[in-house]
C-alpha cells in the first residue's frame, strides 16, 4: 500500500507560480513512477505530468510543457510540481499519482492522493 498526500495548492493571480509537494509512504519501492493529473468541475481528470523515479526522466501534457516542472527528491518519496505562468484554465484539483508505468493514462496509476486545489484568478 502506498499513501500519497498534495500539499501547496491555493489562490493565485494569472501569471503566478505555485509549486505543489506530494510526499508518499508505505511500500514505495514497488512505485515506478510518479504523476499529476488534475480535475476541473464538470471535465475528467486529466494527465499534468509525470516522472520515472529511477531515472527523473519526465513527460508532460501539451498543454503546460514549458510552464510546468516535475521533479522528485527520491530520498524523501517526494514529487514536486512547479507551475509558472499560470493561466486561468489551470483552476482544477491537482492529484498526485503513482503506478507502474510512465504514462499519461489514469489507469496506470495505482494510487492517488487527496487532491489539493488549485485557483488561478484572472
Known amino acids: 500500500q502506498v499513501q500519497l498526500v498534495e500539499s501547496g495548492g491555493g489562490l493565485v493571480q494569472a501569471g503566478g507560480s505555485l509549486r505543489l509537494s506530494c510526499a508518499a509512504s508505505?511500500?514505495?519501492?514497488?512505485?515506478?513512477?510518479m504523476g499529476w493529473f488534475r480535475q476541473a468541475p464538470g471535465q475528467e481528470r486529466e494527465f499534468v505530468a509525470a516522472i520515472r523515479r529511477s531515472d527523473g526522466s519526465t513527460y508532460y501534457a501539451h498543454s503546460v510543457k514549458g510552464r510546468f516542472t516535475i521533479s522528485r527528491d527520491n530520498a524523501k518519496n517526494t514529487v514536486y510540481l512547479e507551475m509558472n505562468s499560470l493561466k486561468p484554465e489551470d483552476t482544477a484539483v491537482y492529484y498526485c499519482a503513482a503506478g507502474s508505468s510512465m504514462s499519461g493514462r489514469k489507469y496506470d496509476y495505482d494510487y492517488w492522493g487527496q487532491g489539493t486545489q488549485v485557483t488561478v484568478s484572472s
Open positions: 508505505g511500500r514505495t519501492f514497488s512505485t515506478y513512477a
